[in-house]
């Protein structure tokens, strides 16, 4: 989005970077498809919360510093904020995947066509619906009504998912007797606001719940598809907070990081601002050497599941633990980079380049 040649402006002095800045907001904010839309909402949403940034004075160059990197290297604000950038030189910053580097990463190693089911929430349950391991219904039509009817009968409180939102938005706990409405009325509400699937709600084991029982904490654990077969790139533990049902991170969740050797936390947690977090604030859980239960049965339902896709070769899976075992709650074609960097302080561009050599690209 910005020259080299304008970057090695902007970075040569501070009035270069504002001026910089000032052209490319000029030439892509406001247009007919706008890139950048939300950044100026997601900007100050950190200024304001972040507590290294809230009191600080000097907001207006922390505004220019966000955009300018935004536009340079395609890293958001939180990215911003969760990887200190501020405080980066150019050598260390360029070792962070940015989400603009992992949508290059993601377009080259995953079949467009083939990833779209990872895009619609209905019809990944339906591809891994023995893996989901409980009921689900779609809600799009108007022929739906007796489909959605008899689910909610048996299931009065369930979770509601819209099928084509990500990072935890549009997904809730419904309770059908509180909700002080008709299941027509209801139904007719869920179809005027699109797509939706309805989910059995998955019921948490003890041991995940010891961590935080209002949500369903989740491993976030990563396939990659490589010429000698598939690994586990990544794996992080997602738990919820403050009553929240949500365990996502932009949804006010904690990270915290997994050796994926053991299945055992071996980082705190962290929120998306950058606190550090040694016990869970509600149930007073530690987060360092808890182990995730059941590991080897995590890695291979993960493996048996991306087994399925052989062109999408890079995905995320949100699994949830029951007393019976993992089960499937939601998967990702591709797989942010966010937690992990901002878990272990480091980028991690060198070790990925190096890791996805050994895998078969599209292009």
């Not at 890139?35 to 949403?45: K, R």
């Not at 150019?90 to 992992?102: C, F, L």
């Not at 050497?289 to 049965?297: I, N, S, T």
């Amino acid at each position: 989005m910005i020259t080299e040649k304008d970057i090695q402006r902007a970075e040569s002095s501070w009035v270069e970077k504002e001026k910089v800045v000032s052209e490319y907001k000029k030439k892509w904010i406001g247009q007919t498809l706008d890139p950048e839309y939300g950044m100026e909402e997601s900007i100050e949403n950190f200024i304001e919360k972040c507590p290294d940034y809230k009191s600080r004075d000097d907001k207006d160059r922390l505004r220019t510093d966000m955009w300018f990197y935004r536009f340079a290297y395609g890293f958001y604000p939180y990215e911003y904020v969760g990887y200190n950038l501020e405080q980066k030189d150019k050598d260390q910053r360029k070792e962070y995947i940015s989400v603009r580097d992992k949508e290059i990463l993601l377009n080259r190693t995953n079949g467009v066509l083939d990833a779209y089911v990872f895009g619609d929430k209905y019809l990944t349950f339906k591809k891994y619906e023995p893996y989901f391991a409980r009921e689900a219904v779609l809600v799009k039509k108007k022929n739906h009504f007796r489909s959605y009817e008899s689910f909610v009968n048996k299931h009065p409180v369930f979770v509601k998912k819209q099928v084509g939102m990500s990072g935890g938005r549009g997904v809730d706990l419904v309770s059908m007797p509180s909700l002080n409405k008709t299941k027509s009325e209801y139904f007719h509400e869920l179809i005027a606001q699109g797509a939706h699937i309805l989910e059995e709600r998955v019921s948490q084991s003890k041991r995940m719940s010891a961590m935080n029982e209002t949500s369903v904490n989740t491993a976030r654990i990563v396939t990659l598809r490589t010429s000698y077969g598939i690994i586990i790139q990544q794996c992080l533990l997602r738990v919820g907070s403050g009553g929240q049902f949500i365990d996502n991170a932009a949804q006010g969740g904690i990270l915290v990081g997994v050796d994926v050797a053991s299945g055992q936390c071996i980082t705190t947690g962290i929120t998306e601002f950058g606190e550090q977090i040694e016990r869970h604030p509600d149930t007073g859980t530690e987060f360092m050497g808890f182990c995730l239960p059941d590991w080897e049965q995590l890695v291979s339902t993960v493996k048996e599941m991306s087994e399925k896709e052989p062109v999408v070769k890079w995905i995320g899976w949100d699994m949830g633990h029951t007393e019976k075992g993992w089960v499937a709650i939601e998967g990702n074609a591709g797989a942010s980079m966010g937690g992990i960097q901002l878990l272990f302080k480091r980028g991690y561009k060198t070790e990925i380049e190096e890791l996805f050599s050994d895998v078969e690209r599209i292009y």
